[in-house]
């Protein structure tokens, strides 16, 4: 058994702040390698609330405070511990943070490195409220610095725009977050407005994904509404944005809370939607999310689950063939009841998604550049 282990090729994955099973870079990118039987598998990831242990793979941790500086500083150091020690034949980056050590330990150990961009980061600094124009010009820079294309062999890009955003990042192959779930039996679903619906919000809360657009639309939809429930489910780093969901919700019996300052693990997240009749995506109209196609409109695909979205073309374009998803202008609150009781109208899924919706679509696209 030990002799077929050494006999594969030594492959490392490395997250920084998302969990060691994170659901791309574990679930879609590791498991598609491990269906060939060819990789000997490692993964370097935030350390969950769970250990996690596989006699088929094996786990390191980048980092077990996601709020600690110093261990943040560290995560470098730590990759390159782990180089030393796994000696992989392919790295794959799954965060800028690793890339400048990896170039370096490239010329020392010849590994293949490919960058898996998950996000657009520079553009993403511009998200963030609280950091200040230095401190975020200072942060483009090096992130930058980072993804230069010198010492990389392949990139990954997460959404189809990136191509565009980010046009020096090549050779490139685009691999959509696509539902990479158990597929699940599809039905119409009618929602009546008479039972206690369930909605949820999920995801990284913040000012620009939302959260609190959608959460004063709920509660003034629940004025005329009282059945109504409405979860939020997330992971949300500003700690003045949590108290302020926590303050406006605090005085509504059918709004729960279970807000994270670290990320929350996706099967979780899986378990909170399979429960839920209606996802809410209020995401602020910015360019940084225009073009963009966001996990969850995959999964929703996947599990028969209805959205309220902002409005959004390629979303609509995307939804409208199947029915699974409606526009909704979270910022309209005087008409809150009056379009969510247009878009309930009519059933959810009166058709089948596509099978364009799957990760195993894509899956043997990755394995070819390997």
Same mark, same amino acid.
């Given at each position: 058994?030990?002799?077929?282990?050494?006999?594969?090729?030594?492959?490392?994955?490395?997250?920084?702040?998302?969990?060691?099973?994170?659901?791309?870079?574990?679930?879609?990118?590791?498991?598609?390698?491990?269906?060939?039987?060819?990789?000997?598998?490692?993964?370097?990831?935030?350390?969950?609330?769970?250990?996690?242990?596989?006699?088929?793979?094996?786990?390191?941790?980048?980092?077990?405070?996601?709020?600690?500086?110093?261990?943040?500083?560290?995560?470098?150091?730590?990759?390159?511990?782990?180089?030393?020690?796994?000696?992989?034949?392919?790295?794959?980056?799954?965060?800028?943070?690793?890339?400048?050590?990896?170039?370096?330990?490239?010329?020392?150990?010849?590994?293949?490195?490919?960058?898996?961009?998950?996000?657009?980061?520079?553009?993403?600094?511009?998200?963030?409220?609280?950091?200040?124009?230095?401190?975020?010009?200072?942060?483009?820079?090096?992130?930058?610095?980072?993804?230069?294309?010198?010492?990389?062999?392949?990139?990954?890009?997460?959404?189809?725009?990136?191509?565009?955003?980010?046009?020096?990042?090549? *050779?490139? $192959?685009?691999? !959509? +977050?696509?539902?990479?779930? #158990?597929?699940?039996?599809?039905?119409?679903?009618?929602?009546?407005? @008479?039972?206690?619906?369930?909605?949820?919000?999920?995801?990284?809360?913040?000012?620009?994904?939302?959260?609190?657009?959608?959460?004063?639309?709920?509660?003034?939809?629940?004025?005329?509404?009282?059945?109504?429930?409405?979860?939020?489910?997330?992971?949300?780093?500003?700690?003045?944005?949590?108290?302020?969901?926590?303050?406006?919700?605090?005085?509504?019996?059918?709004?729960?809370?279970?807000?994270?300052?670290?990320?929350?693990?996706?099967?979780?997240?899986?378990?909170?939607?399979?429960?839920?009749?209606?996802?809410?995506?209020?995401?602020?109209?910015?360019?940084?999310?225009?073009?963009?196609?966001?996990?969850?409109?995959?999964?929703?695909?996947?599990?028969?689950? *209805?959205? $309220?979205?902002? !409005? +959004?073309?390629?979303?609509? #374009?995307?939804?409208?063939?199947?029915?699974?998803?409606?526009?909704? @202008?979270?910022?309209?609150?005087?008409?809150?009841?009056?379009?969510?009781?247009?878009?309930?109208?009519?059933?959810?899924?009166?058709?089948?998604?596509?099978?364009?919706?799957?990760?195993?679509?894509?899956?043997?696209?990755?394995?070819?550049?390997?």
């Amino acid at each position: 058994m030990q002799q077929k282990r050494a006999e594969k090729t030594p492959v490392l994955i490395a997250s920084g702040l998302k969990p060691v099973q994170d659901i791309r870079a574990f679930r879609k990118l590791g498991l598609s390698m491990s269906e060939t039987n060819k990789y000997s598998l490692n993964f370097i990831g935030f350390c969950p609330k769970r250990s996690s242990k596989s006699e088929k793979f094996r786990y390191f941790y980048s980092i077990t405070d996601t709020k600690s500086l110093w261990q943040r500083a560290w995560m470098p150091f730590r990759f390159a511990q782990i180089v030393q020690k796994v000696r992989p034949k392919i790295v794959i980056c799954c965060t800028w943070e690793y890339l400048p050590i990896a170039k370096l330990l490239k010329r020392i150990y010849g590994f293949k490195l490919i960058y898996d961009v998950q996000e657009n980061y520079v553009a993403n600094l511009n998200l963030n409220p609280e950091r200040g124009t230095i401190s975020r010009f200072l942060a483009k820079s090096l992130i930058s610095f980072s993804e230069s294309k010198n010492g990389i062999d392949h990139f990954l890009l997460a959404e189809k725009c990136y191509e565009k955003e980010m046009p020096k990042k090549s *050779p490139a $192959l685009v691999l !959509p +977050n696509l539902y990479a779930g #158990e597929k699940v039996k599809f039905k119409p679903v009618f929602l009546d407005l @008479n039972t206690p619906l369930q909605l949820l919000i999920t995801g990284t809360l913040s000012p620009s994904f939302g959260t609190e657009n959608a959460l004063l639309w709920f509660i003034k939809l629940s004025d005329k509404l009282p059945q109504l429930k409405l979860k939020i489910v997330g992971h949300c780093t500003l700690k003045s944005f949590q108290k302020r969901v926590e303050n406006l919700s605090k005085n509504y019996p059918n709004i729960s809370l279970n807000i994270s300052e670290n990320p929350i693990l996706h099967e979780e997240i899986i378990e909170e939607m399979k429960a839920s009749d209606l996802l809410l995506l209020a995401y602020e109209d910015r360019a940084e999310f225009r073009s963009k196609m966001p996990t969850k409109l995959y999964e929703c695909a996947g599990l028969n689950i *209805p959205i $309220l979205h902002t !409005p +959004n073309s390629q979303w609509q #374009e995307f939804l409208a063939p199947f029915n699974g998803g409606k526009s909704i @202008n979270f910022l309209n609150l005087n008409q809150a009841e009056t379009q969510f009781k247009s878009a309930l109208q009519e059933p959810f899924f009166s058709q089948n998604p596509p099978l364009e919706i799957y990760w195993d679509t894509v899956k043997n696209s990755f394995l070819e550049i390997l």
